[in-house]
């Protein structure tokens, strides 16, 4: 029994070691002890619409994905290291893997290679690469098992420190499973609820990306009652990516419909200058049916965090006013008033007789 409970123990431990307890690691650019500007985080939308901004491309299909690591800035030709050392694996002309004996596999991409596939490469010391032209980072991605892991969680890279605050924008209520809002006064039948929240870069990144929102590492929300303090919805963080993410099928699950990524591309054209917007859903997919609340005023508790735990939190009260003599609680739709009658006819043309004398 003795030797079956520490079999146990020791397979827990070396679980945890695979997540949380794993060891740090440096910046895979030199100075590797220095911490170094990221102009993108695990978990940003990556959105290619098929459809023009202005053909509704924003509601229409396209490739959608979480960006499964992070962008180091860094200028164009700058040599690029392993963060642990481990045998090589080319991925393609632009893009390697690195194995390491410690159950972690680390993939840079965006580079010029100079190893060869199967090379035995050794931390700060081996030159994998330069950053290619026209890049301005290096995409680092670190897997611990068959997980993809965020690089800047607990056991990632380090030194890095981070004493900003992410920013919820925004609380929208939209009528469910449509991009219209409501209005905040009059809340009827069934909706969803979303969030605009992003994070800003700890460290200044210059280029185009200057001034790019960044996605915040969690975010959570709550529901209650105003005035009685009941809880329709306790707090629970429908995004979260201080450690793995989500499927990639779930990705209109975890961000809301008119959210994009910074410098979005809709249709044939990629609008380098423009910042993403950041749209998190926060209701289930089946949203709330406010039919089964009580007529009353509520409030959305939202609350963006870091990967340090810096966070800010943002209100938004709601007036709930279902009719119950009507199916979907909302007032019925007033009728469009008659047409006009028409004009009446014209008169018949006078006709005038004219008598010879």
């Not at 420190?161 to 499973?177: E, F, G, H, N, Q």
Request: net charge positive; charged share 15%.
């Amino acid at each position: 029994m003795r030797l079956r409970l520490i079999l146990i123990l020791g397979l827990t431990a070396l679980s945890l070691l695979a997540t949380t307890g794993a060891a740090a690691y440096p910046w895979p650019v030199k100075p590797f002890n220095k911490q170094h500007p990221i102009r993108a985080n695990f978990g940003d939308p990556r959105t290619i619409f098929q459809l023009g901004l202005f053909q509704n491309g924003i509601a229409g299909p396209g490739t959608f994905l979480f960006h499964n690591g992070i962008d180091i800035a860094a200028k164009d030709g700058t040599s690029v290291y392993p963060v642990m050392s481990g045998v090589v694996k080319l991925l393609d002309a632009e893009s390697l893997s690195i194995t390491t004996t410690k159950g972690r596999t680390f993939q840079y991409f965006h580079l010029v290679p100079v190893v060869t596939d199967g090379e035995h490469v050794v931390a700060q010391r081996t030159l994998l690469g330069y950053i290619r032209k026209g890049a301005g980072h290096v995409h680092l991605s670190e897997l611990r098992g068959f997980r993809v892991w965020n690089p800047l969680a607990e056991g990632g890279i380090a030194p890095y420190r981070d004493r900003t605050k992410p920013t919820v924008a925004s609380i929208l209520l939209r009528r469910w499973d449509t991009l219209n809002e409501v209005d905040s006064l009059g809340v009827c039948g069934r909706i969803s609820i979303a969030s605009e929240a992003f994070d800003t870069p700890p460290m200044r990144v210059s280029g185009t990306f200057a001034n790019f929102p960044v996605s915040p590492a969690a975010v959570t929300w709550s529901l209650r009652r105003v005035g009685t303090g009941l809880v329709i919805a306790p707090p629970s963080t429908p995004v979260d990516f201080r450690g793995t993410l989500p499927l990639a099928p779930d990705f209109w699950n975890v961000y809301a419909r008119g959210a994009y990524q910074n410098a979005p591309r809709f249709g044939p054209r990629q609008f380098s200058l423009m910042p993403g917007r950041f749209l998190y859903n926060l209701t289930p997919t089946a949203g709330i049916d406010t039919r089964t609340l009580v007529n009353g005023v509520y409030q959305v508790t939202v609350r963006a965090i870091d990967i340090k735990g810096n966070s800010q939190t943002l209100n938004k009260r709601f007036t709930v006013v279902n009719q119950p003599t009507t199916e979907t609680g909302c007032p019925a739709s007033t009728p469009p008033p008659p047409p006009p009658p028409p004009p009446p006819p014209p008169p018949p043309p006078t006709t005038t007789t004219t008598t010879t004398p």
